[in-house]
């Protein structure tokens, strides 16, 4: 893809200042899943970027919510499970539970005891990475249940609020934004 689809995609994304509380920058995503063409093209760009950097996943995991739509989308086009990660009180089995931190509040993820095992490699896969907190809980869970975590695939990261180091894995974004 080329620079014309990243500046349609920045383009795309809409920023609403002191969301959802104030002093932040939300970057709200919803114009981009309306555009069918654009979200395809999204999409197709992320498998592409994993591709290259030479990451070869049996599953995606998607951090609960916006992870849940590139993340499945992505595990159906390269023919992998997709592994929810979900707030409390969501799932229905046996699960993991990790707290952390995220940049404007604490927060709890879960995961099936039994969704992935040893020999597993996963790639996480999320709308936005901004302080790592997600990122690292999600890395948390499923390394406490043996998949061994290869990277984080992004569509947007937020410059300056360290989620790439606080990650603590390899990180690909499709675009930067100043936090």
Do not use: Q
Not at 40 to 51: G, P, T, Y
């Amino acid at each position: 893809m080329s620079d014309d689809f990243l500046l349609r995609l920045r383009e795309s994304v809409r920023t609403v200042p002191d969301f959802p509380i104030d002093g932040i920058m939300f970057r709200d995503i919803t114009p981009v899943l309306a555009d069918g063409a654009l979200l395809s093209a999204v999409v197709d760009r992320m498998i592409s970027d994993l591709e290259n950097l030479g990451w070869r996943p049996t599953h995606i995991v998607g951090p609960e919510s916006r992870g849940f739509i590139f993340g499945s989308i992505i595990a159906l086009r390269l023919g992998i499970g997709f592994i929810p990660v979900r707030k409390p009180g969501k799932l229905p089995h046996e699960i993991e539970r990790v707290e952390y931190s995220l940049e404007y509040g604490e927060n709890v993820l879960e995961i099936h005891k039994d969704a992935l095992s040893e020999g597993n490699r996963v790639v996480i896969v999320d709308d936005l990475l901004a302080t790592g907190g997600t990122v690292a809980a999600s890395v948390r869970l499923c390394e406490s249940i043996g998949a061994s975590v290869i990277g984080g695939l992004f569509m947007i990261e937020l410059d300056g609020l360290n989620g790439t180091e606080n990650a603590g894995i390899e990180t690909h974004s499709l675009l930067n934004y100043p936090a």
